[in-house]
């Protein structure tokens, strides 16, 4: 186990090498000047050329991507051509908002996801069974930013029960320490910050989890239907053991193993879905950030905020990896 960890960290290597490559090329092919965006359309045309010139803009891509990978070995990322500061202190302040939301929109899709999919796995063919899996087509089906709108409109500006916008309400202070509002106000046995911190995630932690907890319910639903065709699980029936034992004992960790998979999936889904739905609530994420350096076409930050996004992704599936193992005995990771 130990020498499969250490080769798939290893592998991360080639892994962001490879993705820093493809988004480099990707953020300078795409159209826009980001000296013209700094200066304004009316710039001249000398003022563009010495800005391009100290961005290091004017060097042929070859030469800007071997400054940008001598700098990325070092554990620099650059600084952001926007607000000239480094690349990853804005990454470290900004990533605890996005982990925030992606964990708490992840717990709220696991614990929905698998509740409704042992339900309806258990109530097969009853009406339970149709509107749950009715609920999860409408929640796979439906857009991130639409369900993000409806519910801005409804429980959040006409009954005014759920803030719209922001972490915090303006009148409560956390101190920082890890960045994680709820974690900080734990910390400091603030109930009262911590409350409202939570009350600040209820909305864009429903609308990120949603398609993620109707993916998980469907999967939830099928594998345990497979299971249940076993001869062990109906072996735990004819012994007459109480139907909470043989579902959560026998059948649901067995079935666990591709909901697993998905759940891991899902989470790189939650990072690609923070961009909206931080654009949305206006939450002082990482993906709130990405799409403010897109429309200012600053090249190092777009580059560092997806190989953070990236790294983070590949050690979530890292991890899926090794709890198979834990969940089944019977997978062995061979070098």
């Avoid at 960890?5 to 490559?21: A, C, K």
């Avoid at 563009?48 to 071997?66: A, H, K, M, N, S």
């Avoid at 607000?83 to 996005?98: K, W």
């Avoid at 997806?306 to 709890?323: C, E, H, P, S, Y």
């Amino acid at each position: 186990m130990r020498a499969f960890v250490l080769q798939r960290l290893l592998l991360l290597i080639p892994t962001l090498l490879g993705i820093s490559v493809l988004v480099f090329l990707m953020v300078h092919l795409v159209p826009g000047d980001p000296a013209q965006v700094m200066l304004g359309e009316r710039a001249s045309a000398q003022s563009l050329e010495t800005l391009r010139r100290q961005l290091g803009l004017d060097q042929p891509l070859y030469v800007q991507f071997g400054r940008y990978l001598s700098g990325l070995l070092q554990g620099d990322l650059g600084r952001s051509i926007k607000t000239h500061e480094r690349v990853s202190v804005e990454l470290l302040v900004r990533f605890p908002a996005t982990l925030e939301l992606t964990f708490v929109s992840m717990v709220l899709a696991i614990v929905g996801g698998i509740v409704a999919g042992v339900l309806s796995a258990v109530r097969r063919g009853s009406l339970l069974d149709y509107v749950g899996m009715l609920g999860a087509l409408v929640g796979v089906s439906m857009p991130i930013f639409w369900l993000g709108l409806v519910l801005i409109l409804g429980l959040g500006l006409s009954l005014g029960i759920f803030p719209v916008s922001g972490r915090l309400s303006a009148h409560v202070f956390i101190p920082p320490t890890t960045g994680l509002y709820l974690v900080d106000s734990l910390l400091v046995g603030d109930f009262y910050a911590f409350g409202n911190a939570l009350w600040h995630l209820v909305l864009p932690g429903v609308t990120l989890g949603t398609v993620p907890a109707a993916v998980i319910a469907r999967m939830t639903r099928s594998s345990l239907l497979e299971v249940f065709k076993e001869d062990y699980v109906r072996t735990a029936w004819a012994k007459g053991l109480s139907e909470r034992v043989v579902i959560f004992r026998h059948a649901l960790k067995n079935a666990f193993i591709p909901v697993l998979t998905v759940i891991s999936l899902q989470f790189g889904y939650l990072l690609g879905g923070a961009v909206i739905t931080e654009t949305i609530f206006a939450w002082p994420g990482v993906g709130r950030w990405l799409l403010l350096a897109v429309y200012a076409r600053d090249f190092r930050a777009i580059q560092g905020g997806v190989l953070l996004i990236a790294a983070t992704f590949v050690v979530i599936n890292l991890i899926a990896d090794v709890l198979y193992a834990w969940l089944d005995p019977r997978i062995k990771y061979e070098n």
